[in-house]
């Protein structure tokens, strides 16, 4: 069964420093891959998604995101964060064709002034 | 844009009660979901059903149910709600492997 790993409880960061936040994934011969962002006391939305096609996926908010195949890895990435950035960030995976999506258990990202 | 309602953005109940949570979606995704957010624990799936009246397991029913009679609503039910229940709940639908989410509902029992 897929499962998603999330390292990072937490990450600190100042406004304006680049950060990623790390996801790793178990093996699978094909997966789609998401970033949802989730801001106090609301659901998830969607930042990017890999279905298939180029490995740097570009999404909302300035946020890109890299498909390692090898590595099994789709780590988030900013150059330059805001305040506004602060929130809970999740990686999920899903299998193509399945309708079961599995979550990791999220990154909070605080920005610092 | 798609959207995903739900009932009740806050709902404190009392040990034993019966609850009910509503989630309407807009889009006519055949695809929904409910899902469990606690914290250090992420997203958990309760159920999910990928037509009217059709519904499967997730990873916790224990203790839901659920109930789709129309395309565009899924219910998610407590037959006895306890303390242990006290979490966020989130619907969901799905359109072309991209899950949408609603606003949750912040459930308490007492």
């Given at each position: 069964?897929?499962?998603?790993?999330?390292?990072?409880?937490?990450?600190?960061?100042?406004?304006?420093?680049?950060?990623?936040?790390?996801?790793?994934?178990?093996?699978?011969?094909?997966?789609?891959?998401?970033?949802?962002?989730?801001?106090?006391?609301?659901?998830?939305?969607?930042?990017?998604?890999?279905?298939?096609?180029s490995t740097l996926v570009k999404g909302i908010n300035g946020f890109e995101a890299e498909?390692?195949?090898?590595?099994?890895?789709?780590?988030?990435?900013?150059?330059?964060?805001?305040?506004?950035?602060?929130?809970?960030?999740?990686?999920?995976?899903?299998?193509?064709?399945?309708?079961?999506?599995?979550?990791?258990?999220?990154?909070?990202?605080?920005?610092?002034? | 844009?798609?959207?995903?309602?739900?009932?009740?953005?806050?709902?404190?109940?009392?040990?034993?009660?019966?609850?009910?949570?509503?989630?309407?979606?807009?889009?006519?995704?055949?695809?929904?979901?409910?899902?469990?957010?606690?914290?250090?624990?992420?997203?958990?799936?309760?159920?999910?059903?990928?037509d009217v009246k059709m519904k499967e397991k997730g990873d916790i029913p224990e203790g839901?149910?659920?109930?789709?009679?129309?395309?565009?609503?899924?219910?998610?039910?407590?037959?006895?709600?306890?303390?242990?229940?006290?979490?966020?709940?989130?619907?969901?639908?799905?359109?072309?492997?991209?899950?949408?989410?609603?606003?949750?509902?912040?459930?308490?029992?007492?």
């Amino acid at each position: 069964a897929q499962s998603v790993t999330q390292l990072d409880s937490q990450v600190p960061v100042f406004e304006e420093a680049p950060v990623e936040l790390r996801c790793n994934y178990s093996s699978s011969v094909s997966v789609y891959l998401f970033w949802y962002v989730q801001y106090p006391n609301q659901g998830l939305q969607l930042l990017l998604k890999y279905l298939s096609g180029s490995t740097l996926v570009k999404g909302i908010n300035g946020f890109e995101a890299e498909f390692n195949k090898s590595q099994t890895s789709f780590h988030l990435r900013k150059p330059s964060v805001h305040i506004s950035d602060t929130a809970e960030y999740f990686c999920a995976v899903s299998d193509p064709g399945t309708y079961k999506y599995i979550f990791g258990t999220g990154t909070r990202l605080k920005v610092l002034a | 844009d798609v959207k995903v309602t739900q009932s009740s953005r806050y709902l404190v109940k009392r040990t034993g009660e019966k609850v009910f949570l509503e989630c309407v979606q807009d889009m006519d995704h055949e695809n929904m979901f409910w899902y469990r957010q606690d914290p250090g624990l992420g997203l958990r799936l309760i159920y999910f059903s990928y037509d009217v009246k059709m519904k499967e397991k997730g990873d916790i029913p224990e203790g839901y149910s659920v109930s789709r009679e129309k395309k565009e609503r899924f219910s998610l039910i407590l037959e006895s709600a306890s303390t242990n229940q006290t979490s966020m709940y989130l619907c969901a639908s799905d359109l072309s492997g991209t899950v949408f989410f609603g606003p949750g509902t912040r459930l308490t029992v007492t």
